[in-house]
Nanobody
Framework: EVQLQASGGGLVQPGGALRLSCVAS????????MTWLRQAPGKGLERVSH????????YYADSVKGRFTISRNNAENTLYLQMNSLKPEDTAIYYC????????????RGQGTQVTVSS
């Protein structure tokens, strides 16, 4: 059974930073691309970033490019998202998902972690 447990969310002021983590189990983590998704209140699911299995190639949505960094530790089955210079529009539930797809809404994902950016 695929399990993806995201953590690290919270309340932060604009301009602040957070580091999200996602611990994976139930599959060979090191063999898969991994994706971060988010869903803001009242909006659809958005692909934030993805990373290849070895960690050498990454993708970022234009809205987070230059502010967010995705990384992974395959030895510890853990995916990360370092978020800097946070903006109110980054407020969302953040999910980690197994794999990568243009139909990212169909990727297996965990329960998510809430990020709120507000003064």
């Amino acid at each position: 059974e695929v399990q993806l447990q995201a953590s690290g969310g919270g309340l932060v002021q604009p301009g602040g930073a957070l580091r999200l983590s996602c611990v994976a189990s139930g599959f060979r983590f090191g063999s898969y691309f991994m994706t971060w998704l988010r869903q803001a209140p009242g909006k659809g699911l958005e692909r934030v970033s993805h990373i290849d299995s070895g960690g050498g190639n990454t993708y970022y949505a234009d809205s987070v490019k230059g502010r967010f960094t995705i990384s992974r530790n395959n030895a510890e089955n853990t995916l990360y998202l370092q978020m800097n210079s946070l903006k109110p529009e980054d407020t969302a539930i953040y999910y980690c998902a197994k794999g990568v797809s243009l139909q990212y809404n169909l990727l297996p994902r965990g329960q998510g972690t809430q990020v709120t950016v507000s003064s």
